[in-house]
């Protein structure tokens, strides 16, 4: 995969300035951070595709790093260090990273699991993902985020926001989302999705700028919240 974005952060400049060299001259561009104590200031969801790090840093460690980025980023997030214990590795696993790999890594090596791990995400891009204005609903994971913030869904949300995510701006009946999210029969009385539906508006609000609008004697539909009123 060509022009894809990767984020490395390593603190040996010898190593991150070769490390850069071969991954572009492969066709990869590379932003180079020495350590992470201002991710927060970075558009991770939109501006990368890959990160790559290291845990020996000056500062926070990889491990802590890796862990505030997967709160923000779904993208392949590669460990890349000289700490080769089971314990380690399955921290950094346990922590969000997809992948962990041992210095010294041949950069043959390194570019090629960089590669594997891209064409997976843009697979699982094309035939898995639901993505609407913004929105990103990942059904494997159960996990909805907006611009790369984790939206924080029980499984039950999850699905009901699915169901107006996979038909965004149309009207959907309560008997719908009843049959649809719940798996059987709307009875005509049980307030079980009015009920969701309110939680699930209270969770979109501040984070994302999509809301379920009602319509009164119809249902509901997802929509942006500067024209639910219209």
Not at 53 to 74: H, T, W, Y
Not at 147 to 170: I, K, M, V, W
Not at 207 to 223: A, F, H, R, S
Request: glycine residues 8%.
């Amino acid at each position: 995969m060509t022009c894809a974005n990767i984020l490395l952060i390593e603190d040996d400049i010898q190593l991150a300035r070769w490390t850069q060299e071969y991954l572009e001259a492969h066709g990869l561009n590379v932003e180079h951070h020495r350590h992470g104590n201002r991710l927060e200031q970075l558009p991770l969801a939109t501006h990368f595709d890959l990160v790559l790090c290291d845990v020996m840093l000056p500062g926070r460690n990889g491990f802590e790093i890796v862990e505030a980025i997967r709160q923000r980023f779904s993208g392949p997030i590669l460990m890349l260090t000289a700490r080769n214990s089971e314990e380690d590795q399955l921290r950094g696993l346990h922590g969000g990273a997809s992948d962990y790999l041992v210095k010294p890594t041949s950069p043959a090596l390194l570019l090629a699991r960089i590669q594997a791990h891209l064409r997976q995400q843009q697979r699982r891009t094309d035939d898995s993902l639901i993505q609407v204005d913004g929105l990103t609903l990942d059904p494997d994971e159960n996990r909805a985020c907006y611009r790369g913030a984790d939206l924080n869904l029980t499984p039950s949300e999850f699905c009901l926001l699915a169901l107006f995510a996979a038909h965004y701006r149309q009207v959907l009946t309560r008997e719908f989302l009843f049959t649809h999210g719940i798996g059987r029969a709307y009875d005509g009385l049980t307030r079980t999705i009015d009920g969701r539906i309110t939680r699930l508006r209270k969770k979109l609000e501040g984070k994302c700028p999509l809301t379920i609008k009602t319509i009164w004697g119809k249902g509901y539909l997802l929509t942006r919240s500067d024209e639910a009123g219209s």
